[in-house]
């Protein structure tokens, strides 16, 4: 997990190149106010959508994983608490990798919780479990951009 500002890009030179160019990309994009939707930067690899949402109380949110991308979150409006765990899944409660790139489980081991506010980016890595749209005082619209990058691609 890393956490940081789009105000601060220069300053994260230890993230991979390729990771920061990617998120330099977006936030190009997202200056020009675009609008919800899916938007392609390097095919099926590489790809970011904008979203409007809605936070809710912890005990209603599940936490999740992905096998495929690393998955950046950037947050546009509003506010919103992380939950994330460094050590994988005991237990699997929904299994979607094949299908979604997402797996669900309650069994997250030594969450934390960190909150962002707008221009607050947060990145996940590939089978780390996190807890997104968690609210921090109350429920509340959110809007972000979630950026998934293929682990493969980022390697490569």
């Known amino acids: 997990m890393f956490q940081g500002n789009l105000s601060e890009l220069d300053s994260y030179q230890h993230l991979p190149n390729k990771l920061l160019s990617v998120i330099q990309q977006v936030k190009q994009r997202i200056n020009e106010n675009v609008e919800n939707g899916r938007y392609p930067l390097e095919g099926e690899d590489v790809f970011f959508f904008v979203v409007d949402d809605n936070t809710q109380r912890l005990n209603e949110r599940r936490s999740e994983c992905h096998r495929k991308y690393v998955d950046v979150q950037i947050l546009l409006a509003g506010e919103e608490r992380f939950?994330?765990?460094l050590q994988p899944f005991q237990t699997i409660a929904e299994d979607l990798l094949e299908a979604k790139d997402i797996a669900f489980s309650e069994d997250i081991v030594n969450e934390q919780f960190t909150d962002l506010n707008p221009g607050d980016f947060i990145i996940f890595n590939v089978a780390q479990p996190h807890r997104p749209l968690?609210?921090?005082?109350q429920p509340m619209p959110v809007r972000k951009a979630i950026i998934k990058v293929a682990n493969d691609w980022l390697e490569a």
């Open 83 to 85: 939950g994330y765990s």
């Open 134 to 137: 968690v609210a921090i005082n």
